[in-house]
């Protein structure tokens, strides 16, 4: 067999309407990007909702609503680290810039997001009695201020017992910022809802992460094939670029998926689903602090349990979206074993679909292929000596880890291809973001 090119989204073809709404993925972000802290719990499914009311408000588009929404739902994924993420939370905090540029270079190639990335890159520009229009020469759209008041207004309200009430009394609070923080127009609007209780409700409901996914007909947002592989391939990138330890994982993992399902004899109509689980396997690991995934030495009995739970943030992150429930569960079995000794649900071998069995190889495979903040990647010998030992302790499925032995040169060498490829992407991004100013 000749060697494998790596894979990209045009491979599966196009136009294909998987039935997949684009929110549904991005509801899926906010989750897991707010499970990191207890304190950040709904954050961004607050600053969603409450910006496109506000949007609603001031009479924007349909478009511009839907920006205000997806943005709100995506505008602090660029802080990667525990400490960023609680940083922002203050009202007001130094550099708050940085992290913001970080999303907009990780969401501006996207071309879905192409507006979307320039609205969150300045959600938090003060308004500065109208200096606020531009950024270092840059305009600063009317959206980036209504993400950056309704993030605010999230922070200082919390909106848990009378959330109307709480609303009201910090009315005097926020006017006191404008124009210094705050875009008069934007707080005017905000003012014209508060007698509409409703959406203050709607703050403090335990069904909001339901009522925000009711904003956007689904239909209005279904992807395509090639978009629904782009946007998994740009969830990996937000997933593994936090670290340099792990920016080429979840491709290696994709590909070396891919191509043992296609070894295996996985029917096609599988294969794109099998793919894309590989760049969502470790969308849990977003919920990891960054100092327990960069930490050099072994981690404590507490890190671990918090590393280890990634698995289980994966599939529940991944199984609200619809028509995925085979990939969440793919994706989130990667560390389950065949003897009933992984996690986060314990299952054996006979639970297992096979395509999580495929992963859970792959997974292994790619990870001792990589640099790890420990140790240094492994030889192709001893690769095999490990994947060897655990397929014999039942570990790993031993029919799939004898293809892969079979194929070794030839899934190593794809394997390798793919985490080439996501090296340079990786080495772009760090070269954008050299650009901040």
Known sequence: MGRRKVLSSQHFGEGVCLGVPLLDFVLCLAEVTDFVSPSLLEHHLKVGYLAFRLGEALGLSEESCKTLLLGGLLHDIGAFSLQERLHALRFEFNNPDYHAFVAYVLLKDFPPFSTLAEVVRFHHVPWEEGKGRERRGVPVPLESHILHFADRVSIVCAFNEDPVGVVQEKVGFFENFVPRLFHPEVFRAFQSLLHKEYIWLDLASSH?????GQLIPPEELCLGVEDFLAFAELVSHLIDFRSPFTATHSAGVAHVAYCLGDLTGLPKSREHLLFTAGFLHDLGKMAVPLEILEKPGPLTEREMRIMKSHAYYTFTALSWAQHMKDVALWAAEHHERCNGKGYPFGRTEDELLFESRVMAVADVF??????????????????REVLGDMASSRGLDKGIVEVLFDHFAEVYEFCKDAQSKAASAYANFRRDLSHFA
């Not at 140790?375 to 690769?383: H, Q, T, Y």
Request: glycine share 0%; charged share 35%.
């Open 208 to 212: 909001l992460r339901r009522l925000v």
């Open 366 to 383: 790619t990870a001792l292929a990589e640099d790890r903040p420990y140790r240094k990647a492994l030889s192709p010998s001893r690769i």
